[in-house]
């Protein structure tokens, strides 16, 4: 099978690594490589940090005006609306995701770009109303400079506006650093970025592996800022590396998110919730609801329920559009939650369904939708991340003892709450310890919602009327209004 050739894009051009390395991306639904890509070495980095630094200070961007930014961002949705389906095609080969997903995830992006292009232009700083009569101060949002964006392989478009819409909104200059499982909608997305119009060097793209390129990028002298998605050990290494060029640092990180059924909640809602909350994208999700906590009560209804519509799952082809769960992203995931679930059954967990890899035709990486029943919130399954299609459900006797399961981890990134009692929601709501609470709903989300972690979960956040903030830093202008000359600051008077 002939590869696909990609070529990273540096200040505006397309390049492989200055040595000549390279890499394939294997296609999950069955195992075979189909694309390479450069590998960048520390000498691709800096290139492409040195173009971001250079396009920060060209006038030609430093000076755009921020309505202008706004145009060319809101040009950039326009494009990718038109390129909506080749672009999930080329996302769901990378990385296996379904076509309904990455069609509907990538149909949804414009809006991102959208709503910062909106956001460029409104970034107000105050007036303040000092304390000293002969002094006027007022406060402007500047820019940062240069942008390290480091992208996982579960939503690399979604994970990329993210960050890249408010970075450029705000006026920086951005090297992205996609996985090196799903690089190659990223530099589909440089072809439209190119054609919007945005000068060279302004958007940039190395392509490699974490531990050399993205460890080259983000301990950079000229990076002044992080956005990083991904695991704990990466993360970890981030925030070491921007101990380098202090560069501040956003982490999105994974979670243990609990979804918490209270026997008042409409069963048949909340399973559709709990469905779509850890089996879609194959449960390989930031935010997958993988602690299933359900009242005694109802438990019993509930469970059977869930088994029944897990067992009716289709699983399959990423690209047929009837499939319903798809492969894993890499043979190393499917090797963690086959292990996972393993372990989770030695420590005494039942397994109600699935549990093994799933027979579909080719050499593909699936596993099937898994629900393992345990009794102890402190064994492995419900306080490790899986990132796989592996839901483990426990009962919960009244509300204080749902509350305190729920918190009852490293992690906080969201939480589901099903119940019909008002008030409920909001005690539950206040107390859940989690970046984001989904009350009878399970993963909206929306470019005016952040989104972000607490705990292990990360800090910062993504989206939401902040997120543009967070890559700017404010200034502070003092201007003497007296009509006396400044005193000599030795001289007592
Ligand atoms: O992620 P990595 P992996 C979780 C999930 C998964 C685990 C490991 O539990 O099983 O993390 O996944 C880059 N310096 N999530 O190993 O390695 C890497 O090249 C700079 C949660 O695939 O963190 C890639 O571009 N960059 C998650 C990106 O980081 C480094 C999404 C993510 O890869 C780096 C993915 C380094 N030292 C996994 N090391 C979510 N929150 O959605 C790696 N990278």
Redesign the pocket.
Known sequence: MTLSEYKMFINGLWVDAQNGARFDSLNPANGEPWASFPHAQEADVNAAVDAAQKAFENPAWRNLHATARGKLLRKLGDLIATKQTQLAQLETNDNGKLIRETKGQIGYMPEFFYYYAGQADKLEGQTLPLDKTDMFAYTTHEPLGVVAA??????PMY?TAVKLAPALAAGNTVVL?????ASATILELMHLVQKAGFPDGVVNVVT????D???A??KHPLVRRIA????????K??IK?SAENLAQVSL????KSPNIIFEDADIGSAVNGVIAGIFAASG???VAGSRLLVQDTVYDEFLTALKTRAASIIIGDPLDPTSEMGPMA?Q??LT?VERMVATAIAQGAELIHGGKRAAVAGDGWYFEPTILAVNDNQCSIMQE???GPVASIMRFKDEAEALALANDTEFG?AAGIWTRDNARVHRMSKAVQAGIIWVNTYRAVSPMGAIGGYKAS?YGRESGIDGVKDYTQLKTVWINTSSEPMADPFVMR
């Open positions: 480091i992208i996982p392989w579960n939503s994970l650093k996609p996985s090196e499982h490699g592996l974490g531990v390129t993205g460890s990028l983000t990083f998605t991904g695991g704990g050990e990466g993360a290494s981030v590396n999105e990180l994974g979670g390989q999700s930031c890499t190393t995931q963690l991340e899986v990132f990134l990360g």
